[in-house]
T-cell receptor, first 114, second 109 residues
Framework: NAGVTQTPKFQVLKTGQSMTLQCAQD?????MSWYRQDPGMGLRLIHY???????DQGEVPNGYNVSRSTTEDFPLRLLSAAPSQTSVYFC?????????????FGQGTRLTVV | GQQVMQIPQYQHVQEGEDFTTYCNSS?????IQWYKQRPGGHPVFLIQ?????EVKKQKRLTFQFGEAKKNSSLHITATQTTDVGTYFC?????????FGTGTRLTIIP
């Protein structure tokens, strides 16, 4: 099994550009979420989804959009990149929430906005 | 929503010394999960605690869940260089998967 696959691994954007970070999982997990990780800030939740067709905002959603048209895929869109969005982005999935189950993370995308 | 605070934020220890990180919640948790993130890597699941007062061990790592299910700790005995990384807790029972701020452990050889 591939687990959680994120692409690309690295990306440099110019201010104002848009792009989509891809996340796919092959474990038939209902729950998926996106985080950004900045130095000393831990993992901050951007958006999450409890199933296909359902998405909701986390603690830092501004500047990002998501959709969940299938169980497997949960892309994160940056609408107009800003230097403040320079960060490492992680996608995660787990079997179900609530209840607390093991979450699986992708390898991360290192994004630099210049 | 649930707030899980983690302390300390950073810990530097000499190799061979013990290390402990703590997670504290303002509300009762249904369970708690611990993760480790190596430098440059992604978080990896370590363990889940469910029962009040539960203690679990993984080699030199000991995990505890408080009697009131509001706090938890991870203790590493005789740290090694392979223990370097950031340790996160995650308080279960939310609709959202949210993590404590993490404790970054560095080892002085």
């Amino acid at each position: 099994n591939a687990g959680v696959t994120q692409t690309p691994k690295f990306q440099v954007l110019k201010t104002g550009q848009s792009m989509t970070l891809q996340c796919a999982q092959d474990m038939n997990h209902e729950y998926m979420s996106w985080y950004r990780q900045d130095p000393g800030m831990g993992l901050r939740l951007i958006h999450y989804s409890v199933g296909a067709g359902i998405t909701d905002q986390g603690e830092v959603p501004n500047g990002y959009n998501v959709s969940r048209s299938t169980t497997e895929d949960f892309p994160l869109r940056l609408l107009s990149a800003a230097p403040s969005q320079t960060s490492v982005y992680f996608c995660a999935s787990s079997y179900s929430i609530p209840g607390g189950t093991e979450a699986f993370f992708g390898q991360g995308t290192r994004l630099t906005v210049v | 929503g649930q707030q899980v605070m983690q302390i300390p934020q950073y810990q530097h220890v000499q190799e061979g010394e013990d290390f402990t990180t703590y997670c504290n919640s303002s509300t009762t948790l249904s369970n708690i999960q611990w993760y480790k993130q190596r430098p440059g890597g992604h978080p990896v699941f370590l363990i889940q605690l469910v029962k009040s007062g539960e203690v679990k061990k993984q080699k030199r790592l000991t995990f505890q869940f408080g009697e009131a299910k509001k706090n938890s700790s991870l203790h590493i005995t005789a740290t090694q260089t392979t223990d370097v990384g950031t340790y996160f807790c995650e308080g279960g029972g939310n609709e959202k998967l949210t993590f404590g701020t993490g404790t970054r452990l560095t080892i002085i050889p």
